[in-house]
Nanobody, 125 residues
Framework: QVQLVESGGGSVQAGDSLRLSCEAS????????MGWFRQAPGKERDLVAV????????YYADSVKGRFTISRDNAKNTVYLQMNSLKPEDTAVYYC??????????????????WGQGTQVTVSS
């Protein structure tokens, strides 16, 4: 049973930075592709970024490229999302997800079987 616990959300001003963390347990962390998704009120859950098990391969949504960075520390069973130059449109609940698979482009929520509880990120203008 994979367990994921996110932390690091909060309320910030446009242009600020936040770092989200997701600590995993219950599986061999390095064999799992990890993803960050977000869901705004009334909208679908969308991919933000994914990272392969080794941490080498990463893919980002176009809307966050150049501003967000996904990384992982396999020794700490933790994946991070560094969010810089935040915009009001980044406001959403951010979810961490895990699945034992090879990372690739265009992964969606249906590709992941394990999810965290979510953490709220609110960006005001």
């Amino acid at each position: 049973q994979v367990q994921l616990v996110e932390s690091g959300g909060g309320s910030v001003q446009a242009g600020d930075s936040l770092r989200l963390s997701c600590e995993a347990s219950g599986h061999t962390f390095s064999t799992h592709t990890m993803g960050w998704f977000r869901q705004a009120p009334g909208k679908e859950r969308d991919l933000v970024a994914v990272i392969g098990g080794s941490g080498i391969l990463t893919y980002y949504a176009d809307s966050v490229k150049g501003r967000f960075t996904i990384s992982r520390d396999n020794a700490k069973n933790t994946v991070y999302l560094q969010m810089n130059s935040l915009k009001p449109e980044d406001t959403a609940v951010y979810y961490c997800a895990a699945e034992k698979m090879i990372v690739r482009r265009k992964l969606g929520p249906a590709d992941f079987g394990s999810w965290g509880q979510g953490t709220q990120v609110t960006v005001s203008s």
